[in-house]
Each structure stands twice: as structure tokens, then as C-alpha cells.
């Protein structure tokens, strides 16, 4: 693994077995992050968004493939070899009540971690810690004993973050971490984890299924569908000049602000219901729904996931052409 990325996973595979028989839920996903940066993973519910970020963190195994964290493949460590790396990757979850004890006060909460892996045993030293922590995220210190029922969405899943945070941990997880909010409240959440990020070094997983949130969060973006990572490029790349057609449909859908760009935008409406995860389409999975599909090539060959037009890696026999992106993603001038 080279010594400038923070995370590699290759070549994962997860399956279930069901009824005598393996289903596979996530084939092949390979994704490099670099120290410091955020990466997102975007696609429809049931893609292997929330699977692959319980791969990351080892809440589940996988049937295959490489996890290499901070140097060390923990792919194959057993509980006991792990706990040591549990400090420094964290899960922020998406919602931030069920998350969260509600027996337990909020100083308690947050406080969990270091008396899990006994980082400050002095219980006057680790209330001042979890109070600074509280203070850091934007939470009233004073409101430590309180319980999670007595505060808003927003503040919740602030919590959440205080708790993520406490270890100082290099990688945080984030599956969906903002869906459950509103609009107002989202941003909020989103700058405080961007301002973290520069203060602590962090390096982030931001999982999300709302692309217009992504957008302003992540250096880099992987589309995925049916277990499989279709398309990843640079945030910019991917938004100006999608080449999977999927890709394209999700942001054909995205609003446009401005009314005048909205106009202009024909949205492309797929096809089709989406296909069981467990039972995916052959070759290219995407090829009951898409609307460049190809018999005989399409359903036939399986697409490699590599470099088109414009740098984006795209996992397509016929990608988007400029022309079609500009039909279906018109871009308002600045």
C-alpha cells in the first residue's frame, strides 16, 4: 500500500448465503483515500453504500478482499487485534436518536469511549474532557447531565460527532449523517464537520444518498449500484462531466436553483424497477435500466471500471458524451 493514502480497499466482496444458496451484495469495490481528504459514496438505497462503511470500521466481515487501514490489513484481525485500531476509526450514524442511549445523560455518552479503551479513568479529569468536547461541537457544557430526548435533531447528532471525535480518531465514517435533518439544520452539521476536519486532520467517508449535499462536502465522489462502484471521479469531474449513465440520471434529477437552468434541463427518468442486490442483472449490472443499452455487448460483457473521456473512471461500454451532458446537466454560468 503506498504510505500517502489513509485507506485502500481491494477487491471487496460480501455474500450471504440464502437458502442454500450465496447471494453477493457487494462485488469488487476497490477505493483509495488519501490523508485529510473526504470521499463520498452516493447511489440508491439497497447500492452497498451503508455495507461498504460497515466493512470499513469491521462491524461486518467481508467474504473477500483487502481492507488496509493506516498501513496495517485488518481484513482477517480478530476482535482482541482490533480494539487498538478502533480508536482511530469512527462511525457517525445517520440517525442520531436511535444512535444514542436514551437511559444514558449525554456526559455519559460522549464520555463511553474513554472509558472503553481507559484513556482517562479520572472521573473529574474525563467530565472536563467530555465538556470540552460538548463546547467544541457546538453543545451548552452546561448540559451535561442532561437526557438525548431533551435535545433537538440537530443537537443530537452533534452528540454523535462529540463522541466520533473524543479518541481523535484519523478516520470517520459518515453513513448518511445528515439525511435525518432538516434542510436548515443540514448545513450546520456539514460545516461543523468540514471545520473538524481542517482542525484534527480527518479524514472522512461521507456517505449520502442526496447528491447536492455531497457536492459541497467531498474532494472525491464514487457512484455505486447493485454492490458495484460504477463511477468515481474528482467532485468537480463528476458533476460537470458525468459519463456513466446513471450517474447522469441521479444528477438529471438533482434541482437546479435557478429557474432559467432548470428549464433547460431534461430530465432523464429511468426505466424499469431497480433489481434485487441479492440477485443482480448479469454483466453490466446497470443494462435492464439504461437507456444507451446495447444487446448482445452490454448484457453480455462486463464493463471494467476504467478511464474515459475527461479522467473520470466509469464502469461503461458507452459512456456519456459532452453533448449528452449538456442536454441532460446544463451547468449555469458563474
Known sequence: MSETLALELDQLDVAYRVRGID???LRGVSLAVRPGETVGLVGESGCGKSTTARLVTRLIEPTSGSINFDGVEIAGLKRRQLKPLRREMQMIFQDPYSSLNPRKTVGSIIGEPFQIHGVEKDEKKRKRL?????DTVGLNPEHYNRLPHQFSGG???RIGVARAIA???????ADEPVSALDVSIQAQVINLLRDLQRELGLTIIFIAHDLSVVRHVCDRVAVMYLGKIVEMASSEDL??????PYTGALLSAVPVPDPRFGKQKQRQVLGGDVPS???PPSACRFHTRCPKFVEGHCDVEEPLLDAKDGG???ACHYPLTDQEVARRVPTPAA
Not at 467530555?130 to 460538548?134: A, I, P, S
Not at 458533476?239 to 456513466?244: E, M, Q, V
Open 312 to 314: 473520470n473512471l466509469a
Open 167 to 173: 479518541l481523535k480518531p484519523k478516520l470517520i465514517v
Open 239 to 244: 458533476y460537470g462531466h458525468p459519463r456513466h
Open 23 to 25: 447471494r453477493q451484495v
Open 130 to 134: 467530555v465538556q470540552d468536547l460538548m
Open 277 to 279: 442486490p441479492a440477485n
Open 155 to 157: 443537537q443530537r447528532q
